[in-house]
């Protein structure tokens, strides 16, 4: 059905060392590059070129040597690396902890600038952020060109499921080339699906694929057992495909519970790490965003007071991680309050929205108070928006999976947002999709997402789109 024959181009893994070299420059140079800007700002010197080579190749080195160490320069290569950004926080504070435990231990730590180390530390963080994904877009043009040998792809399988694999994905894209098919019959007996496994087990072993997919359904167990038990004889790595329910789901892996295996789906939220991570970005940036927005607060203050008098803020019952109630802050936009089992939502040309109160809800100035409510840990930049008591109760009875929002804690700005579905949900297929955006936030969440939201939030915040 499909034979592609193997070319051999430019290994993978020469590739890996040539990424593994580049990334090393890029940490070394953004750290020696924040020593050396942090001296001449504060001393008027570059300050000693021996002792910022000696931090920055010891902190580089051990920033690879983590990574070499959880295979990241092969998953690098062929796309196939999970949680990519969290785990790149992972490894650079790692690496910065055995820098600075070296140091410790050598009695050079007085040696080396406080201020260059802390400095350091987040431009050493963008390098490698900025490498990763640099040498990522770098290797998937270089496979697509035929530069760097995609991993060979064995299938072995029902030919619908050889060909819904095929067309599911871009190949040269993926960093992967399918180099033979080998098709099982169906609705045969046990000897011949038997026979079709010898066949596939002599050409993995004549082709040397790097990876053997099997494209049996599991309602075909006895063909998929038998599979498995064939092809784990070869050495490549063995993956079995499933499509329908798996492919909602970004990162499936296996796992135990007690002593029975299984496969992990999804996770219910995000592991202790991402949480720990998350919420001391939140606390940074809502501190920050507090201290440099104050003069602005105070503007809005005083506007709305002058406008319409006290109370400046409106505070409302809303359902935060796994459904427990916090009360919301907002600039007051409107001349009720309504917290109760019936809220109206605000509708185009509202009369109870205030003449200021229009402005600041379409630039979504309104939601500014909500940093105290992030600040206080109710709350996160960046995740699915809360929504009023009363309106949660509705739609958990219209909208598949709506609970699961709440996995997370709701956020001052989210996916949903910055796609434009804001303001009135008047009908259920407008909360449907707002919805899907938020459990496709949960189930795809990295740090880069987060930075991706807040920046395309900052671009749309004047727009309004939806919002009044």
């Known amino acids: 059905m499909i034979n592609v024959s193997r070319r051999w181009t430019f290994g993978t893994g020469l590739a890996a ?20 800007a942090y001296h001449e700002i504060a001393y008027g010197s570059g300050g000693s070129l021996t002792r910022i080579l000696a931090y920055a190749f010891l902190t580089a080195f051990g920033y690879i040597g983590v990574n070499l160490l959880r295979g990241g320069y092969d998953t690098q290569l062929t796309g196939s690396g999970r949680g990519g950004d969290a785990q790149v926080f992972l490894i650079w504070n790692t690496a910065f902890v055995i820098s600075l435990f070296v140091l410790f231990i ?3 730590v007085e040696e080396q600038s406080r201020g260059g180390i802390l400095l350091s530390y987040a431009v050493g963080l963008a390098a ?19 530069m760097v040998r995609a991993r060979s792809v064995l299938l072995v399988g029902h030919d619908t499921r050889i060909e819904a694999f095929v067309a599911a994905q871009t190949l040269q894209q993926s960093g992967i080339s399918v180099i033979d098919a080998v098709v099982l019959p169906t609705a045969a007996s046990a000897a011949d699906v038997d026979a079709a496994l010898r066949v596939a087990v002599e050409r993995a072993r004549e082709l040397e694929p790097d990876d053997i997919v099997l494209a049996i359904g599991l309602k075909d167990a006895e063909a998929l057992e038998a599979a498995v038990d064939a092809m784990a004889n070869v050495p490549a790595s063995l993956h079995v495909m499933q499509d329908g329910v798996f492919e909602r789901f970004r990162d499936i892996e296996s796992g ?28 940074v940036v809502s501190l920050v965003a507090l201290v440099l927005l104050s003069p602005l607060l105070l503007v809005i203050t005083l506007a709305i ?3 319409s008098g006290s109370p400046v803020l409106f505070s409302q019952t809303r359902y935060g991680f796994n459904e427990e109630p916090f009360r919301i802050l907002k600039f007051r936009t409107m001349t009720v309050r309504d917290d109760g089992a019936v809220v109206r939502q605000a509708t185009l040309g509202d009369k109870r929205i205030t003449r200021l109160g229009r402005f600041l ?3 979504s100035l309104d939601e500014l108070p909500q940093l105290v409510n992030v600040l206080a840990g109710d709350m996160s930049l960046v995740g699915p928006r809360p929504h009023a008591v009363a309106h949660n109760r509705y739609y958990e009875q219209r909208v598949a999976r709506y609970a699961r929002r709440h996995n997370v804690k709701p956020g001052i700005t989210g996916w949903a947002q910055v796609n434009g579905l804001r303001g009135e949900t008047d009908t259920d297929d407008k909360m449907a999709r707002r919805v899907a955006c938020d459990l496709y936030y949960l189930d795809n969440w990295s740090f880069r997402f987060d930075l991706k939201i807040l920046a395309l939030t900052l671009v749309t915040m004047l727009g309004g789109r939806n919002a009044y």
């Open 305 to 307: 007071r002058l406008e």
């Open 256 to 283: 135990r519970i007690g002593e029975v295996a299984g496969l992990v789906l999804s996770r219910q939220r995000l592991t202790a790490f991402d949480q720990a991570a998350k919420r001391l970005f939140d606390i």
């Open 106 to 108: 050598s009695k050079t």
């Open 361 to 363: 809800r379409r630039s």
């Open 17 to 36: 060392v040539l990424a593994l070299i580049a990334e090393f420059v890029c940490v070394a140079g953004g750290i020696m590059g924040a020593h050396f």
């Open 128 to 146: 490698a952020y900025g490498a990763r994904i640099a040498i990522g877009a770098l290797a998937r043009k270089a496979v697509q060109r035929g």
